[in-house]
């Protein structure tokens, strides 16, 4: 997927924002990146299709923290009954795709794993069971979308509450847009957008949408008087991290400028560390900065509740409300 066709999808979405006047931030940034990553992953764009799979997956995401009691009312029964409809949609498109697979033009997940498969010198790839690529490509919907949406709504949010640093990016903003030549955007006017990424960096590290991770030991080693074996399944908390006033000052206020010097090492894990870090990370950033160009150059927006309540049950930091907001167009800006 490239960044061209995420840009006309977040202009569509944000179009159709306006319209309505008050949104969900959170429904319509889940809608986004899921079509952006249906796109990316196996070039899935008919929208009645999407939706389907979008209503499936998102059964699949609440199943995953029910209790697992397989009776026909239950959460956990609706997700399994959801994930095998997934199975389903996603085998048509596999067959589909295996009968055309050496004449075509798509540049996607699924053509690069169903290309593996044969080559003259024999499969370059390791086979994989379309049960195994079923569970990739669900695994990298849900890992895509959910985190990724609910970054968007924590900078809307964060951006509303703080009005000088939304006029900042706007500024720098207009003027990555006033001498961009090309209609949409590409990757050089994201890496010219430095203000912007600190914001992008300033949301994650005030959400910490992923609060905590698991780790491995390595090897025996003692932490600050706790023994630690080779082999125990540890928990690294990335929040604590992201709050601790020994690491960032003021680390209750949204500050981007705090990210003009480099930090601490091991002190942003948004991502992850080592050589465990997010395989999406880039591609995370690149779609929050996509969003936030459209969203800031071209609309004003009002939040409509100011509850910051989390999600009791839920993978990863989110707003209960879902930061509802009242969008409204720049009276300077363009068409788009």
């Not at 429904?27 to 009645?48: D, V, Y």
């Not at 798509?106 to 498969?117: A, R, T």
């Not at 959910?146 to 509450?161: G, Q, R």
């Not at 994201?190 to 590290?205: D, G, I, P, Q, T």
Request: net charge neutral.
């Amino acid at each position: 997927m490239s960044i061209r066709h995420f840009d006309e999808l977040t202009k569509k979405a944000l179009h159709s924002w306006e319209k309505r006047g008050t949104v969900v931030v959170l429904e319509e940034a889940q809608k986004i990146t899921f079509n952006a990553m249906c796109k990316m992953l196996m070039s899935l764009e008919e929208p009645n299709e999407l939706e389907m799979l979008r209503k499936d997956v998102a059964q699949v995401f609440q199943a995953m923290l029910a209790f697992p009691i397989n009776l026909p009312w239950t959460t956990f029964h609706k997700g399994l009954k959801a994930r095998k409809r997934i199975e389903n949609t996603l085998a048509k498109i596999i067959n589909e795709r295996r009968r055309v697979v050496e004449y075509s033009n798509e540049h996607d997940l699924l053509q690069f794993l169903l290309s593996g498969e044969k080559s003259s010198d024999g499969p370059l790839l390791p086979s994989l069971t379309d049960k195994q690529i079923h569970d990739n490509i669900l695994t990298l919907i849900i890992a895509g979308q959910e985190t990724t949406a609910n970054a968007i709504t924590w900078m809307v949010k964060y951006l509303d509450e703080n009005q000088d640093v939304q006029e900042t990016l706007r500024d720098e903003q207009l003027k990555i847009e006033e001498n961009s030549r090309a209609s949409s955007l590409t990757v050089d006017d994201l890496n010219k957008m430095s203000y912007a990424s600190k914001v992008v960096k300033e949301s994650l590290r005030m959400a910490s949408i992923v609060p905590w991770f698991p780790r491995v030991a390595l090897e025996d080693c003692e932490l600050e008087g706790f023994k630690i074996r080779k082999g125990w399944v540890i928990n690294i908390d990335a929040k604590a991290m992201h709050l601790d006033p020994s690491v960032y000052q003021e680390p209750t206020r949204f500050h981007p400028p705090r990210f003009h010097e480099l930090s601490k090492p091991y002190s942003f894990l948004a991502f992850g560390a080592g050589v465990r870090t997010c395989l999406g990370m880039n591609l995370a950033k690149y779609m929050m900065l996509a969003f936030l160009h459209r969203l800031i150059t071209t609309y004003r927006w009002e939040s409509m509740d100011s509850d910051l309540t989390l999600e009791k049950r839920a993978l990863f930091s989110r707003l209960k409300s879902g930061c509802p907001v009242r969008v409204v167009r720049c009276q300077t800006s363009s068409t788009n």
